[in-house]
């Protein structure tokens, strides 16, 4: 049998009218959403285990509700259609998988020990030994989870074949599709975003191209290899952290220099012209969620996994893990900042208390995965701080009590730290954030550059920010001695 075989089992197999997909995750719900909402497909399936963590999610989903607790533009309406039109359902039972014409898969794929290059596939090889063991003749099998480069072709067929008894490629088609989205715009995403589809061969990339054309609004499909397609999932998450870490790094420059980052950003992208390119990004208080934290090392364990020869300088760190490691500092910086603001309004730090404003990674959002706070309390609470957390969107935290309102967070505080940019942390009021905290000199640590430095200064705040070398050192306004000066009649002429 030859690639010509799975070519005529696909032409009598007919167009793709059946879709699944397994993961009802942030990736998994609005792809199904989208394809259920397709006239050119008849059903869509999205698979999800019963667990105790999870299976809550089938209930809400098949009453048309969205689990994902940001805002989500779209996404609760679309699903509220297409359960309504019964296009859509959510189920535990993945032998409905037969049923399907073509099923893709969204899974995390982290890392347990970064450093040792050795990610956590586990729940990915799970549900390819589900979709293996069920899928038909001329089934189609795309991943869409970010991968190291190499896995399509290797473990991911390898697990295919041996579940199904069937040869990728021959007797079903395999394509690697990765998702390119971002939390608080995944259904914009999937549909305007240019589309990476890479087949283990032609005849598998020309059915995913099938399977994807029809929920792309704007975008277009960009066909390759199931490697090349690894690759370019990886490395522009890579590339991405990459200009990140020149943000913060210069943001810890303008620091120690005593300037304001933001003034020599604006500079920098004011150069404008032909053969210039500028892509210089926002500093903060860390770099979180799933992807960025980890795509760097599947690129760098890729070319192991490929069995390449990298020309490069023996035991020194690629210019990527180097931009990981800066990133990763972020909440090692904030917490550095607060010791320094404490000990400029001669607080001291054992038994401080510090009220955390934001959870989420990622601004007006509840997705708290590798989220830069979590580093960040851990180091108060390692220095003996006492600690409060506050956050709209996230509703609960492993090990973590998180707090609605924001008055009970920072009611005592010595030290308030935004680490996420929420847009009502944009509002804060200096006057009443001090009349809450009940300190003379509250601290306030800005790791997303949200709040007006000024304003919280005059009300007696030191104040600390990312990048903000020209406001970190700032006189500390004397409110006693302005409310006695306010108080003292004006002498007569």
């Given amino acids: 049998m030859n690639m010509d075989d799975l070519k005529k089992i696909i032409e009598r197999k ?36 019963d667990s105790p963590s999870s299976g809550y999610k089938i209930d809400m989903l098949n009453r048309g509700e969205s689990p994902l607790k940001g805002e989500e533009p779209g996404l609760e309406d679309l699903l509220k259609k297409v359960v309504s039109e019964g296009r859509f359902e959510c189920t535990p039972d993945f032998s409905r998988i037969r049923e399907l014409d073509a099923v893709t898969l969204a899974i995390q794929t ?32 795309v991943i869409e989870s970010t991968v190291t480069p190499g896995t399509t072709m290797g473990m991911a067929k390898e697990v295919l074949e041996e579940e199904s008894g069937m040869k990728a490629g021959v007797e079903f088609a395999l394509a690697h599709a990765p998702e390119r989205v971002m939390v608080g715009r995944l259904l914009k995403n999937i549909q305007e975003h240019d589309r990476i589809v890479g087949g283990i061969d032609e005849v598998s990339t020309k059915r995913a191209v099938e399977l994807y054309s029809p929920i792309l609004t704007k975008g277009k499909i960009i ?36 300037i304001n980052f933001y003034d020599v950003r604006t500079g920098i992208d004011s150069l404008k012209g032909e053969g210039i390119t500028r892509a210089i990004l926002w500093p903060g208080a860390g770099v979180g969620g799933h992807c960025l934290t980890k795509d760097t090392y599947h690129l760098e364990r890729g070319v192991k996994v490929l069995n390449g020869h990298l020309d490069y300088p023996e035991g020194k760190d690629s210019m990527f893990v180097l931009a990981r490691n800066i990133n990763d500092f972020m909440p090692r910086h ?37 989220t830069p706070s979590e580093t960040f309390r851990d180091l108060l ?45 944009k509002d804060l009021d200096p006057a009443v954030i001090r009349e809450l905290t009940g300190k003379e000199h509250p601290v306030i640590v800005d790791g997303r550059n949200i709040i007006d430095p000024d304003q919280f200064i005059a009300q007696g705040f030191v104040y600390k920010g990312i990048g903000r070398g020209d406001k970190n050192g700032h006189r500390i306004a004397d409110l006693a001695r302005s409310r006695k000066m306010a108080e003292e009649p004006i002498p007569a002429a």
Avoid at 122 to 127: D, M, N, R, V, Y
Avoid at 348 to 363: D, M, P, V
């Fill in 110 to 141: 982290p890392f347990k020990n970064p450093k040792d290059l050795v990610p956590d596939f586990s729940a990915l090889t799970e549900g390819l030994r589900m979709a293996g063991k069920y899928i038909r003749y001329g089934t189609l099998v």
């Fill in 334 to 370: 904030m917490f550095n900042l607060t010791v320094q603001g404490l000990k400029r309004a001669g607080k001291n730090r054992k038994g401080a208390r510090a009220a955390i404003l934001g959870w989420a990674f990622l601004s007006n959002s509840d997705d708290a995965r590798n």
């Fill in 14 to 49: 007919g167009p793709i009218r059946k879709v699944g997909v397994i993961g009802m995750g942030y990736v998994g719900i609005p792809a199904a959403a989208l394809f259920a909402d397709c006239r050119q497909f008849e059903h869509v399936l999205g698979f999800q285990r």
């Fill in 223 to 258: 066909p390759m290899s199931a490697t090349a397609a690894e690759v370019t999932k990886t490395a522009e998450n890579t590339f991405r952290d990459l200009q990140i870490a020149a943000a913060n790094e210069l943001a810890l420059y303008c620091e120690a220099m005593g």
């Fill in 381 to 425: 609470l390692l220095d003996g701080f006492e600690v409060k957390v506050h956050d709209p969107y996230v509703e609960k935290y492993p090990g973590v009590p998180i707090l609605r309102s924001i008055e009970h967070t920072v009611e005592g505080a010595d030290v308030v730290a935004i680490m996420t940019g929420h847009s009502q942390y």
